[in-house]
Each structure stands twice: as C-alpha cells, then as structure tokens.
C-alpha cells in the first residue's frame, strides 16, 4: 500500500528563486497538512487541506507561502522568492479527517543558498 | 490559545532506565491524544493515541500513554529503554469538535546510551 509521498527528497535554490513542492497523500485521505521543521526545532503547522472546504492558511508565514490541492489528490506547496530562512525539511501528512491519526511523508528537505 | 507543552527537550537515558516524557495540553474541550515519534533519518510515525476509554493507552514497542483529563496531560512511559529508541518523539492534540487545530509540541529528543 501506497503511504504520503513526496518530490522532490532534495532541493537546492538560489535566494530569490521559486520552488514547488509536491505531496500526493494516501488514496482517500479528504485531510492533508504541510508542516516545516527547521532543523533541531518542532513542527510547525502551515496549512490543511479538508474535502472541499476553504484551507486553513493560518500557518503560512508569510504571503511568498501559498498551496493548492486538487479535490483530495495532490497538493503543491510553492514558495516564491526564497529567502536562506525558508531551509527546513516540508513535511506533507494526510489522514481520513481532521482529528485522525496522520500519515506522514519522507518529507522535502529545502536548502536555499 | 491552544497549546501542546513538552518539558523536556533533550532526555539522556542508559539502557534499561525507565522513561517518562511529559506532555500537557490547554484546551478546554474533548480531544484527541497523540505521541508520534521520528527515528533518525525515518518518517514521523504514530507511536500511540487516545480518543475514548480506557485512558491507559498502549502503543507500540512497549510504550504507554496515560490521559489524566485533570491535568490535561498525556505522559508517555516506557519501563525499560533500548538504544533503538534513541529518537524524537512528539505530542500532539486534535480538539475533536469546533475548528481544527492539530497541534504538536516542539519535541523531545530521547539519547539512550548502550
């Protein structure tokens, strides 16, 4: 069975350029998260995705952070203008609703020079 | 606000001390428990939760959870370390009515000493 994937593993940019993340979390999940994780610190939240509802964008540190999601597939996290403090590890989860358990992915580790 | 608090942010243990890391939440309303835990260069994975019952909660690898609603805590225990569960471990809280907000704690870096 297929778990939360994500691509790419790596990914190194110049400061100011754009990059696009992507998640595809588990078949049926209607619920999916982005979370950063600067290294040595915590998760912290960023958005959620749940069925058709409007995102919760509370997260989301700044207005160059913006995500999509198609129906209950795929999601792209897409930061613009990239600054050296947006290096973190993005970590995509998915679950069956918003109080279940989350499945994470292998995460996207953003390195940006 | 709601908030998920872990104490103890680096815990050093030998092989087969026991282990209790502290976890307490602020919220008022019924939620759902987690401990996740991320081995290095591994996923984040559930290591146990909680949402209805019997509040002494058993997860895997030996480990256990108890939610005591009074203290708004959730304290995970392991009577007997290995060295492979040399790894972070999370907190989280999932209110389970109202709007959502799945909070972590910032973690607890477990070191056990072979």
């Known amino acids: 069975g297929a778990g939360?994937?994500?691509s790419p593993s790596n990914k190194v940019t110049e400061k100011g350029k754009d990059v696009e993340l992507r998640c595809d979390p588990i078949s049926g999940h209607t619920a999916l998260y982005w979370y950063r994780q600067r290294l040595g610190q915590?998760?912290?939240?960023?958005?959620?995705?749940q069925g058709n509802s409007a995102p919760d964008k509370s997260g989301l540190p700044s207005d160059r952070f913006s995500a999509e999601r198609t129906g209950?597939?795929?999601?792209?996290?897409?930061?613009?203008?990239?600054?050296q403090e947006d290096s973190a590890v993005y970590l995509c989860a998915s679950s069956l609703s918003i109080t279940d358990t989350q499945y994470f992915g292998p995460g996207t580790r953003l390195t940006v020079l | 606000a709601q908030s998920v608090s872990q104490h103890n942010h680096h815990v050093i243990l030998s092989e087969a001390a026991s282990l209790e890391l502290g976890c307490n939440y602020s919220y008022g309303g019924t939620v759902n428990l987690f401990w996740y835990?991320?081995?290095?260069g591994q996923h984040l994975q559930l290591l146990l939760k909680y949402f209805s019952g019997d509040p002494l909660v058993k997860g895997i690898k030996g480990f256990e959870a108890e939610f005591i609603k009074s203290k708004f805590s959730f304290n995970l225990r392991k009577p007997s370390v290995q060295w492979s569960d040399t790894a972070e471990?999370?907190?989280?809280?999932?209110?389970?009515?109202?709007?959502?907000?799945?909070?972590?704690?910032?973690?607890?870096?477990?070191?056990?000493?072979?």
């Open chain 2, 37 to 40: 835990v991320q081995y290095p």
């Open chain 1, 72 to 83: 209950e597939s795929v999601s792209t996290l897409t930061i613009q203008r990239t600054q």
């Open chain 1, 42 to 49: 915590g998760l912290e939240f960023l958005i959620y995705f």
């Open chain 1, 4 to 6: 939360v994937s994500q």
């Open chain 2, 89 to 114: 471990y999370f907190c989280a809280v999932s209110p389970t009515s109202g709007t959502y907000k799945y909070i972590f704690g910032t973690g607890t870096r477990l070191k056990v000493l072979a």
